[in-house]
């Protein structure tokens, strides 16, 4: 029997007032889910991100058959399709569906792909817009219109005004200022963050567990461990999740955001990216929660807006400026960098204590925080001169939540400027001074951040140097990033010795570079 619509609800669309039910008809429409390997290994995944995709789309198929809706769920391992496009296609096939309807997905890929097996599977393709977000597409290319650079504070004052978050009667904003950052740059004193409150777990439930064990029999060589997986994975999970964020850590929050300390992987944050992405919970919601908190002096105005500014603008501003440059995006190299990623970043040795905790942290967790993705992780890569694809399919596989609509203009657009500056007006490079600045790395490392050239010389100086030195011509004239550049001159005495030193490290890097798996 034919039916009317086959309804695709996607691994990061588990949102139950999602336009696709607004006239779902039980009696005539299917809805329809799919866990299939080649999303797990498109990019070799992280086998925490395989879980909490599955584990979360398990949960959330319990919701939609207590609801008496009736549901093609195909399992992994159940099922011969490896592509959602294959399995998709089948089902279209079997069911005779006339439309298949699903909301915008979170990659361009996906939704070339969907398209094109509903289509050829004789089916229309009807998508709707993702009211997870506060910005549609359309909106964002209308104020992006006319402007030679995005940024993101511009569209993020445009946000608040839209939505008057955190502005007074007159329209101002709350504080006397739309941004609070000169005192949100703290790092901890020698002896550390002290006692830090441990962010609330979710044990695996029966069903969770049965997802771990299906993850480690399917994808036995990916990277990542399963042993600390304690994810929010239902709605009411993730509303527990920002309450315990916003009483035990939103107050430092802001204060602390861009600091980093051994060991110590979640600090003041958050822990909501993949519930939210994985649309668990409402970005309206959670940004509502932290101004109640400062409306009820529970944090203050450099937190609150410190965190906002995370969710409605940067948040928002990603998503817009992926769905604005795909596919074009995903190509671009402006600084022609070739070079592998070193194995080093899937968990191979290093002596670099910075990358060592870094990437621990990553295989244990899926998880760092934002400055370990920008200012350890994605700087090396930069200074390093990695290939922008290669980095770029490293931040895809390794993170809960890793989604490319996110991941790729943080990675190839803010942290590797392979756009060349659409969205950020200079590149995020630092030496191993910020590093020792906002973290206690490099006192458990054998390597000196004040050193450029010789045995001890930390590699993220040494590259620094040399990044500044191979991109002279681009960058020294320009006026966002002369007086960086300017620095270099005092660096003349010892520059051959860095070029040098520099493509040591970019051979000694590249040996054994490969991917896993
Ligand atoms: P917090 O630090 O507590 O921040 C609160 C929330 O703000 C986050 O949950 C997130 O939803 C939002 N947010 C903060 N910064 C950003 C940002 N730059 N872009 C989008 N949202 C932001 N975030 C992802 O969700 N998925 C990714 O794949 C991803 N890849 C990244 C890659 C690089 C190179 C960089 C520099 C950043 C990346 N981010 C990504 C952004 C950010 O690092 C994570 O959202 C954050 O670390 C998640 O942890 P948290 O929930 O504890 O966030
Ligand atoms: Fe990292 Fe250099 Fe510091 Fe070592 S010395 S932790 S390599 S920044």
């Not at 958050?270 to 944090?299: F, G, M, T, Y």
């Not at 603008?313 to 440059?325: A, D, I, N, T």
């Not at 895809?396 to 942290?415: C, F, I, Q, R, T």
Request: aromatic share 12%.
């Amino acid at each position: 029997m034919a039916i009317r619509r086959l309804c695709v609800v996607l691994g990061d669309q588990l949102d139950l007032d999602s336009a696709l039910f607004d006239d779902f008809d039980p009696a005539q429409d299917c809805l329809w889910m799919a866990e299939v390997s080649s999303e797990a290994q498109h990019v070799p995944s992280h086998k925490a991100r395989i879980a909490i995709f599955l584990a979360a789309m398990r949960h959330f198929s319990v919701v939609l058959r207590q609801r008496g809706w009736p549901l093609e769920y195909l399992r992994l391992g159940e099922h011969p399709h490896e592509t959602l496009s294959q399995a998709l296609n089948a089902s279209v096939s079997r069911l005779a569906a006339q439309q298949v309807c699903c909301v915008q997905p979170g990659e361009w890929r996906l939704c070339a792909a969907l398209r094109a097996a509903a289509e050829q599977a004789g089916a229309r393709w009807i998508d709707y817009p993702d009211r997870h977000f506060l910005c549609q597409p359309d909106e964002f290319a209308d104020w992006a219109r006319g402007r030679k650079q995005l940024r993101m504070e511009h569209f993020y004052h445009y946000m608040r005004k839209r939505y008057r978050i955190l502005l007074d009667e007159q329209g101002q904003p709350v504080g006397g200022a739309w941004n609070f950052d000169a005192r949100n740059r703290g790092s901890f004193a020698r002896q550390g963050p002290g006692m830090l409150p441990a962010p609330c777990a979710f044990q695996p439930d029966a069903p969770t567990r049965e997802v771990l064990q299906a993850v480690e029999r399917h994808f036995p060589h990916h990277p990542g461990s399963l042993e600390a997986f304690d994810w929010p994975l239902t709605p009411a999970q993730a509303e527990q999740a920002l309450e315990d964020f916003i009483e035990q850590r939103l107050p430092a929050f802001g204060q602390y955001q861009d600091a980093m300390w051994s060991g110590e992987p979640w600090l003041y944050h958050a822990r909501l990216s993949a519930a939210l992405n994985l649309k668990l919970i409402h970005p309206r919601r959670v940004i509502e929660a932290a101004v109640d908190a400062l409306q009820s002096r529970q944090a203050p105005i450099e937190a609150v807006e410190g965190f906002v500014r995370q969710v409605l603008g940067w948040r928002e501003f990603v998503r817009g400026v992926y769905w604005l440059r795909m596919p074009q995006f995903a190509e671009q190299n402006i600084l022609a960098h070739g070079q592998p990623l070193p194995w080093l970043y899937w968990g191979g040795d290093t002596d670099m204590h910075c990358l060592s905790e870094c990437v621990g942290q990553t295989m244990s967790y899926g998880y760092a925080h934002h400055i370990q993705r920008l200012m350890v992780l994605g700087n090396f890569a930069l200074l390093l001169g990695v290939r922008p694809e290669a980095i770029h399919r490293w931040f895809l596989a390794v993170y809960v939540d890793a989604v490319e609509w996110v991941e790729l203009p943080n990675v190839l657009g803010m942290s590797q400027y392979a756009d060349g500056g659409h969205m950020v007006s200079k590149p995020y490079v630092a030496s191993g001074a910020y590093v020792k600045r906002m973290s206690n790395y490099c006192q458990h490392c054998r390597f000196d951040p004040a050193l450029a050239v010789g045995e001890k010389a930390c590699p993220f100086t040494t590259l620094y140097w040399d990044f500044l030195d191979r991109h002279q011509q681009r960058f020294a004239q320009h006026p966002r990033t002369a007086l960086q550049w300017r620095a270099l001159s005092g660096k003349q005495a010892q520059l051959q010795a860095i070029r040098e030193q520099a493509e040591r490290w970019r051979r000694r890097l590249a040996e054994g570079a490969r991917e896993p798996c």
